[in-house]
T-cell receptor, first 115, second 111 residues
Framework: DAGVIQSPRHEVTEMGQEVTLRCKPI?????LFWYRQTMMRGLELLIY????????DSGMPEDRFSAKMPNASFSTLKIQPSEPRDSAVYFC?????????????FGPGTRLTVL | GQSLEQPSEVTAVEGAIVQINCTYQ??????LSWYQQHDGGAPTFLSY????GLEETGRFSSFLSRSDSYGYLLLQELQMKDSASYFC????????????FGTGTRLQVTL
């Protein structure tokens, strides 16, 4: 298996622009997580899905952020409009279960820079 | 809520043993996970402890004491490639799958 795939790997955009990050989880995994990592705040969970259904989006910072999972093999995280403080590395992770002992497999991340 | 405390940095010599501690506060504890992250890379799973005691996986071991809300990661026979950040994580209260990560311990292995 190719592992979790994320695109793009790097994104540089200007403030106010819409940004869409994409994730393809490992085939057969039924839980998907979006994280954001910054030096100041560490690794934060934004939202997670189980069987394509959003279970908890309490980590989504504000209405500018939205996430979808239209099917088991694809998810998007959208920021509209983007702001410089959104600059971070965004990781997608998937796992085969809903328990914490299930290893979460992380994608390579998208490094977002908002100018 | 949940909180985890780890040392921010640890330095050790190649071939030595290093212990990275993690104390946590959470309710409804399920288990303690450890992840490794190299600079510029993604976190990768190392271990999970649900019960008290030591779990060994090759050069890495992880320990948990639920009564003390404390765990540690033990790295033996350190190699340069072990230089990375190490995160402990516990589930959010009320859910088994949603993890809170510690701030991470940056391990620097020197010659």
């Amino acid at each position: 298996d190719a592992g979790v795939i994320q695109s793009p790997r790097h994104e540089v955009t200007e403030m106010g622009q819409e940004v869409t990050l994409r994730c393809k989880p490992i085939s057969g995994h039924n839980s998907l997580f979006w994280y954001r990592q910054t030096m100041m705040r560490g690794l934060e969970l934004l939202i997670y899905f189980n069987n394509n259904v959003p279970i908890d989006d309490s980590g989504m910072p504000e209405d500018r952020f939205s996430a979808k999972m239209p099917n088991a093999s694809f998810s998007t995280l959208k920021i509209q409009p983007s702001e410089p403080r959104d600059s971070a590395v965004y990781f997608c992770a998937s796992t085969s279960g809903i328990d914490s002992y299930n290893e979460q497999f992380f994608g390579p991340g998208t490094r977002l820079t908002v100018l | 809520g949940q909180s985890l405390e780890q040392p921010s940095e640890v330095t050790a010599v190649e071939g030595a043993i290093v212990q990275i501690n993690c104390t946590y506060q959470t309710s409804g504890f399920y288990g303690l996970s450890w992840y490794q992250q190299h600079d510029g890379g993604a976190p990768t799973f190392l271990s999970y402890n649900a019960l008290d005691g030591l779990e060994e996986t090759g050069r890495f071991s992880s320990f948990l004491s639920r009564s003390d809300s404390y765990g540690y990661l033990l790295l033996q026979e350190l190699q340069m490639k072990d230089s990375a950040s190490y995160f402990c994580a516990v589930p959010y209260t009320g859910t088994a799958s949603k993890l809170t990560f510690g701030t991470g311990t940056r391990l620097q292995v020197t010659l």
